[in-house]
Nanobody, 125 residues
Framework: QVQLVESGGGLVQAGGSLRLSCSAS????????MRWYRQAPGKQRELVAT???????NYVDSVKGRFTISRDNAKNTVYLQMNSLKPEDTASYVC???????????????????WGQGTQVTVSS
């Protein structure tokens, strides 16, 4: 059973920082692209940042220069360092990852996309 577990959310004042972590556990052979999404109440889910297995990153315009996505491939973990937080960053942050795992039924490796449960980030003004 593969799981993604996020941590690091919380309440912070505007201008503050938080660091989110998302760790994958289970029979994982390797991880491909890993991503952070966020969803605020009444709004659509938004892709915030992506990092490929080679370390190439991409960000939504609203967080460029403030957020940094990184990863530790040995730990199958992705991080999101969030600085200069604004009230409009308030949302549930969810990680997403394309993971290779060994399927014991088919005796083959398979690539699937997994989602975490989310961690709440609240920025007060």
């Amino acid at each position: 059973q593969v799981q993604l577990v996020e941590s690091g959310g919380g309440l912070v004042q505007a201008g503050g920082s938080l660091r989110l972590s998302c760790s994958a556990s289970g029979s994982i052979a390797s991880s491909n692209a890993m991503r952070w999404y966020r969803q605020a109440p009444g709004k659509q889910r938004e892709l915030v940042a992506t990092i490929t297995s080679s370390g190439t990153t991409n960000y939504v315009d609203s967080v460029k220069g403030r957020f940094t996505i990184s990863r530790d491939n040995a730990k199958n973990t992705v991080y999101l360092q969030m600085n200069s937080l604004k009230p409009e960053d308030t949302a549930s942050y969810v990680c997403n990852a394309d993971l290779n795992r060994f399927d014991r039924t088919t005796l083959r490796f398979r690539l699937d996309t997994y989602w975490g449960q989310g961690t709440q980030v609240t920025v007060s003004s």
